[in-house]
T-cell receptor, first 117, second 115 residues
Framework: KAGVTQTPRYLIKTRGQQVTLSCSPI?????VSWYQQTPGQGLQFLFE???????NKGNFPGRFSGRQFSNSRSEMNVSTLELGDSALYLC????????????????FGQGTRLTVV | KQEVTQIPAALSVPEGENLVLNCSFT??????LQWFRQDPGKGLTSLLL?????REQTSGRLNASLDKSSGRSTLYIAASQPGDSATYLC??????????????FGRGTQLTVWP
């Protein structure tokens, strides 16, 4: 069973540019969430999508946006990049499977390392 | 607002020791709690998931306990090995419909096991 796939793994962008990151969840998982990880702030929640709808949003500026497609793949976009956007961006998918009920275990991808110069 | 704290922030031990990592959370209305491992520059690997109705979970040398009412969880690592060196993260999932998809993370415990 394939895991969560994030592309690209590494990106270098210039201030002011925009970037799009992609996440393919585990097959059958409908919930995809995004996190930003920096040494100073740790893991911070960006947003969560379920069945193409954004259900939750963290405390990030409007430059950060996302979407989810009908096949559950998700993209996040950051416009007008700033130096402070340099971080590891992690995507997690969760399932609604299991006979015994909703387990909601989160599985993470390897992340996209974004460097803004 | 849910806050998750992990103690200690760093731990350095010789191989073979039994370890206890601590996690506390402020809001006991959680759906589940998950322990992760993160190697430098990599993603998170799920180690153990404890549902709110459970008291503990075990996987190999790892045992995690949950005391929901007191807002605490511990991760016990038996007979530590150098390969256990990593950052261990605790995360809780809120038990509220509107925020069910969100995980709240601690800052992690950085573990070093030396031969």
């Amino acid at each position: 069973k394939a895991g969560v796939t994030q592309t690209p793994r590494y990106l270098i962008k210039t201030r002011g540019q925009q970037v799009t990151l992609s996440c393919s969840p585990i097959s059958g998982h409908r919930s995809v969430s995004w996190y930003q990880q920096t040494p100073g702030q740790g893991l911070q929640f960006l947003f969560e999508y379920f069945s193409e709808t954004q259900r939750n949003k963290g405390n990030f500026p409007g430059r950060f946006s996302g979407r989810q497609f009908s096949n559950s793949r998700s993209e996040m976009n950051v416009s007008t990049l700033e130096l402070g956007d340099s971080a590891l961006y992690l995507c997690a998918s969760s399932s609604l499977l299991k006979r015994t009920g909703w387990i909601a275990e989160a599985f993470f991808g390897q992340g996209t390392r974004l460097t803004v110069v | 607002k849910q806050e998750v704290t992990q103690i200690p922030a760093a731990l350095s031990v010789p191989e073979g020791e039994n370890l206890v990592l601590n996690c506390s959370f402020t809001d006991s209305a959680i759906y589940n709690l998950q322990w992760f491992r993160q190697d430098p520059g990599k993603g998170l690997t799920s180690l153990l998931l404890i549902q709110s109705s459970q008291r503990e979970q075990t996987s190999g040398r790892l045992n995690a306990s949950l005391d929901k009412s007191s807002g605490r969880s511990t991760l016990y690592i038996a007979a530590s090995q150098p390969g256990d060196s990593a950052t261990y993260l605790c995360a809780v999932r809120a038990d509220r419909g509107s925020t069910l998809g969100r995980l709240y993370f601690g800052r992690g415990t950085q573990l070093t096991v030396w031969p």
